[in-house]
């Protein structure tokens, strides 16, 4: 048990770390739009859960070196029941707090057209965790287009709204008065 109470200790540190890293992060963007804000999210985030992952595998070397559920039920002959799960389960769980983070943002707004950017972004962040078993842009794409489709479906209604109140204000200026309206005939060539 030893070892266990060793991981449980580590991941509770390196959980108090990225909560400051977190905090860090919001800090040095209260006065910054949510784009800047969740940019340095990801920023921070990435290089510390890369650190974490980093000493967390020099201090443990007998886990297994995914984070792929199928292989840490295959490591629990190595390390025990627990260690490989508990470690799976903080990463999960960060990744988990990041999609949140990014939703937040992203209904704050601010992002315009740097949308695309934003996504880019995200994707290289969840494929740069592919090395260690644990890509995520799978996750990213639902929060994405939940956030595109609602916004669509937002400036959809704000155009029909605006549409209709524009008809309501419209006015013609000359109406037509029958057939022998110069609109219904082409102007003649003499």
């Known amino acids: 048990h030893t070892n266990t109470c060793t ?10 770390v ?8 919001y ?8 784009y ?6 990801i920023e921070l985030s990435r290089v510390h859960l890369f650190d974490v992952i ?15 559920p199928y292989s840490a039920a295959s490591s629990r002959e190595k390390t025990g029941p627990v260690e490989g799960a508990l470690f799976y389960c903080w990463v999960n769980e960060k990744i988990w707090q990041f999609l949140h983070t990014l939703e937040e943002d992203l209904w704050k ?3 315009g057209i740097r949308l695309d950017s934003l996504l880019g972004q995200c994707m290289y962040y969840g494929l740069s965790f592919s090395r260690i078993g644990a890509d995520f842009r799978c996750l ?10 609602s916004s669509f479906q937002h400036a959809i209604r704000t155009s029909k709204h605006n549409f209709h109140d524009s008809m309501k204000h419209l006015t013609l200026l000359n109406p037509l008065r029958g057939p022998s309206s110069s609109l219904t005939h082409p102007p003649s060539s003499s």
Do not use: E
């Open 7 to 16: 991981t449980l200790l580590f991941l509770c540190t390196c959980a108090y």
């Open 18 to 25: 990225y909560v400051r890293t977190y905090v860090c992060a």
């Open 27 to 34: 800090m040095c963007s209260v006065v910054r739009s949510a």
């Open 36 to 41: 800047q804000h969740i940019n340095k999210v």
């Open 54 to 68: 980093t000493q967390y595998r020099a201090i443990f070397p007998d886990d297994d070196a995914s984070l792929s």
């Open 109 to 111: 707004g601010g992002m």
């Open 140 to 149: 990213i794409v639902p929060v994405f287009t939940r956030f595109v489709m």
